[in-house]
Structure formats: C-alpha cells, structure tokens
C-alpha cells in the first residue's frame, strides 16, 4: 500500500471558521509534510513532522496549525483564513528525512476561502 | 545553494514520438534527483529518482531518466508519448540538510502536451 489518503478533497470556508485537514497514511513512514501548491506553481513545504514532533516550520502564519496524533495520522487546523490562502493542500509521507528516500503525495485538498 | 531549473514552460509532443522534459541542477556534494507527475486537481506521483550508480534511470509508466554529471543534467525521457501522459512533471533534488531534513527543492514544471 503507498497510498496517502487525504480529506476532505473539496472544503470552502468563510474567513471566520475553523475547519481541519486530515491525511492518513499506513506505510510505516515516519516523517510526514504539509504543503500548499497555487495553480501551476511547484508546491511549497510547510511542515515536517519527523517521528510525531515537528521538525520544520517554514514560517508559516499561525492560522495554520499543524498537528501529528500519531505515526500515521497528520492534521491541519484552519483558522480565520484568508482569501489568498486558498490553493491544494498536500499532504505526503516518507522514511525517515536524510537523504535519498521519496516522499508519497496524496491527491490533496482543494481549499477555497470565500 | 542546491537549485533545479526546468527551462521549459511547456514541451508539445505527438503521440507515439519520443518525449524528452529537461531539467537541470546545481548542487554541493552528491545529487538526489528525483521526478514526479502531476495530473489534473491530483497530488504528485513518483516517478524515479537518481542516488549513485547507473547514469540511466528507470521509473513507472515506461519513464527513465538520464544523469549527465558533466552537463548536470537529469533530463526524462519516454520512447513513445501517450496522449494519457499529458500531465504536469517536476524535477526535484534534496537540498543540505537543515533542521535534521534534507528539504526537496521543486523546480518550476513543465506542462507536456501529446496530441493525438
């Protein structure tokens, strides 16, 4: 199985809520991402959770919240977003970080905030 | 600081010609070259990557790619465009380690169109 599963697929929010995305995955990785992609653009890292504990913040604002339940589950907390946050949320799974190992995508989440 | 540069916005191909997507790189030390696809409202998919040993890769869906160290180059290839691999493809190398992760550097795509 090198599926990373991720949902929901399509999530629209207003400005004001608070929404969460999941990504699953059953592989045995232990290192787990978060990056956001704009149209035709290469996705841009995130965070990386190596081993349950965050390893990298790339400076991301702290509407986003990133949380990692366990070795196989990934959260993404969403709150008070803005419009130009929307873009496909990718979640993707890997060994551990060093070297030579491929990260696994999922298909995303399509994020629209109105 | 580890780069991969992808000259082409867009490769127009017919089907069942040969394919070519190229990507070059600037790194310090040993490359990890790797390539993913990127169909329609999808995430990425892998599709092979370099460490060391045999200059030509291969990779899924009839893909291989070829390293050239003297022309830093790590171009993809396929003997016979599908109409199917219309798609959107990535080069990637790992970046020096930072914060106990080698992060992947994207270059910026290309979009390969096979007419049929």
């Known amino acids: 199985d090198t599926e990373v599963t991720q949902t929901p697929k399509h999530l629209v929010m207003g400005m004001t809520n608070k929404k969460s995305l999941k990504c699953e995955q059953h592989?045995?990785?232990?290192?787990m991402y978060w990056y956001k992609q704009k149209a035709k653009k290469p996705p841009e890292l995130m965070f990386v959770?190596?081993?349950?504990?965050?390893?990298i913040n790339e400076s991301v604002p702290s509407r986003f919240s990133p949380e990692c339940p366990n070795s196989s589950l990934l959260n993404l907390h969403l709150h008070a977003l803005q419009p130009e946050d929307s873009a496909l949320y990718l979640c993707?799974?890997?060994?551990?970080?060093?070297?030579?190992?491929?990260?696994?995508f999922g298909q995303g989440t399509r994020l629209t905030v109105v | 600081a580890q780069s991969v540069a992808q000259p082409e916005d867009q490769v127009n191909v017919a089907e069942g010609n040969p394919l070519t997507v190229k990507c070059t790189y600037s790194?310090?030390?040993?490359?990890?070259l790797f390539w993913y696809v990127q169909y329609p409202n999808r995430g990425l998919q892998f599709l092979l990557k370099?460490?060391?040993?045999?200059?030509l890769v291969k990779g899924s869906y009839g893909f291989e790619a070829e390293f050239n160290k003297s022309q830093t180059s790590f171009h993809l290839k396929k003997p016979s465009a599908l109409v199917s691999d219309s798609a959107l493809y990535f080069c990637?190398?790992?970046?020096?380690?930072?914060?106990?992760?080698?992060?992947?550097?994207f270059g910026a795509g290309t979009r390969l169109a096979v007419h049929p």
């Open positions: 993707a799974s890997s060994q551990p970080l060093q070297g030579a190992t491929e990260a696994f």
């Open positions: 592989m045995g990785h232990r290192a």
């Open positions: 959770y190596s081993y349950e504990k965050l390893s």
């Open positions: 790194v310090s030390g040993n490359p990890y």
């Open positions: 370099y460490i060391t040993g045999d200059n």
């Open positions: 990637a190398v790992r970046g020096p380690l930072s914060g106990g992760y080698n992060k992947l550097i």
